[in-house]
């Protein structure tokens, strides 16, 4: 059913990173999907002003600590290695998970989100903005 299932991640948000983790294993095994995580590394004025004034090792850091969380998550993934993938990206959120479903030609996003409240209702959250945009399927994990 299932070719290609996008899994967002938030690496310091274990809880949620967990559930929607075992969701997409769970029907990559049964449907035989490759799956594909991705974790978003916002881009933070701080960030930006440090880059652009020559401290590229902040961005570098971030994304090396990214890039060692990522890879042991995927190490941990009870699927084959050639059957998992990831992704560490700078961006929006929203827009880079969009975007690596549209690369990869995912045909699910599997999401985790906390309980909707009065600031995820005012404010938005990655979840919503993903629901709202995708023009495929979208599991939400709770």
Do not use: C, W
């Amino acid at each position: 059913m299932y070719k290609t299932i996008l899994v967002p991640i938030d690496i310091v948000e274990e809880e949620l990173t967990s559930k929607a983790v075992r969701h997409a294993v769970y029907l990559a095994k049964e449907t035989g999907a490759n799956l594909h995580l991705i974790h978003v590394l916002p881009i933070s004025s701080a960030i930006i002003n440090a880059y652009s004034l020559g401290y590229p090792e902040i961005k570098d850091k971030a994304t090396v600590k990214a890039e060692n969380d990522m890879q042991m998550l995927v190490d941990s993934v009870d699927l084959p290695a050639e059957k998992v993938a990831y992704t560490v990206t700078f961006g929006s959120p929203r827009d880079e998970i969009l975007t690596t479903a549209k690369d990869i030609q995912a045909d699910l996003i599997v999401i985790g989100s906390r309980r909707p409240n009065i600031s995820t209702h005012l404010l938005g959250s990655t979840a919503a903005g993903v629901v709202r945009y995708a023009d495929i399927s979208v599991l939400v994990v709770r």
